[in-house]
């Protein structure tokens, strides 16, 4: 025997069920297709090497030291000659750990090689103050890297220099979620990281 649906004592046929259903199934996945995807809280804290002294966020001398070059890699405003001069001066090795071009976009690649490893190199996704943290080239033109500062919680907090721009310190919330939000670093370079006090 066939069972009938009754709403208010009316008896409904399971054809005319299916239409509200179909139509509610659809617009979740629509709404779910349109939601806009998580972006990381990202806050300049400073510009320039005397406004981000004067705020208390320091260069570590690379104001000095920027004509020189650092892993073969472009002095002045360079992102990639900043970061080397920051893990050198931290005691990291004086020549870069891998052989590429030195673009930042490769940095990650270059990291992984097995000459890097040999000297120690790691790459992960968790920040630790001295690492690198890396973007590729689908988010700048030729990749990006920063100098980890300080790290609380899920936010970071790093330095930069930049190719024909200048220097920077900012504040990046990863957001909540499993998957990292827009704007979160794509991975973090360990080469050398800072040993803080209290730890072996």
């Not at 890097?116 to 990006?144: E, L, M, Q």
Request: proline letters at 6%; aromatic letters at 10%; a positive charge.
């Amino acid at each position: 025997m066939r069972s009938r649906l009754t709403v208010g004592g009316a008896r409904l046929r399971p054809r005319a069920l299916l239409v509200p259903l179909v139509v509610a199934m659809g617009a979740g996945v629509s709404a779910g297709l349109l939601a806009t995807p998580a972006q990381a809280q990202v806050t300049y804290l400073c510009s320039g090497y005397g406004g981000c002294r004067g705020e208390h966020h320091p260069d570590a001398g690379y104001r000095w030291h920027r004509d020189m070059s650092y892993w073969s890699m472009g002095p002045g405003h360079n992102c990639t000659n900043y970061v080397a001069y920051r893990i050198q001066r931290n005691g990291g090795p004086a020549i870069r750990p891998w052989v590429n071009n030195g673009n930042a976009e490769f940095w990650k690649r270059g990291a992984k090689t097995l000459r890097a490893i040999r000297h120690g190199v790691r790459v992960d996704h968790t920040p630790a103050v001295g690492s690198v943290a890396w973007y590729s080239n689908k988010r700048y033109p030729h990749g990006h890297v920063m100098y980890v500062e300080k790290v609380v919680g899920t936010t970071i907090y790093v330095s930069e220099d930049n190719w024909g721009g200048t220097f920077h310190w900012k504040r990046i919330t990863r957001g909540s979620g499993t998957t990292p939000a827009r704007g979160w670093p794509e991975a973090f370079l360990h080469i050398h990281d800072v040993k803080l006090r209290g730890t072996s």
